[in-house]
């Protein structure tokens, strides 16, 4: 079955920088593309970022535009959220996504 696994996270301050990833399991990695989201506290899901399967092409929210990079690497099975110049509104649970599936989210905290 499906199996997204997310790590990563942890508690910086503002201006820092992190690196989450994704290592998926149960499907051909390769051959689907791949998107990150994020849950503030109290509030719903949010759209991050996708990816297609070969890295070709991405998306971004506007909020994170030339901050945020996302990767992935095909051979290791795991997707990437570069995130730079963080911002306490950046504080949320980050989740990758494989259609409607999603792994267990990995904390991310800014503050000061």
């Known amino acids: 079955q499906v199996q997204l696994v997310e790590s990563g996270g942890g508690l910086v301050q503002p201006g820092d920088s992190l690196r989450v990833s994704c290592a998926a399991s149960?499907?051909?990695?390769?051959?689907?593309?791949m998107s990150w989201v994020r849950q503030a506290p109290g509030k719903g899901l949010e759209w991050v970022s996708s990816?297609?399967?070969?890295?070709?092409?991405?998306d971004y929210v506007s909020s994170v535009k030339g901050r945020f990079t996302i990767s992935r690497d095909n051979a290791k099975n795991t997707l990437y959220l570069q995130m730079n110049q963080l911002k306490p509104e950046d504080t949320a649970v980050y989740y990758c996504?494989?259609?409607?599936?999603r792994g267990q989210g990995t904390q991310v905290t800014v503050s000061s």
């Open positions: 149960g499907f051909t990695f390769s051959s689907y593309a």
């Open positions: 990816i297609n399967s070969d890295g070709s092409v991405t």
């Open positions: 996504e494989k259609g409607p599936v």
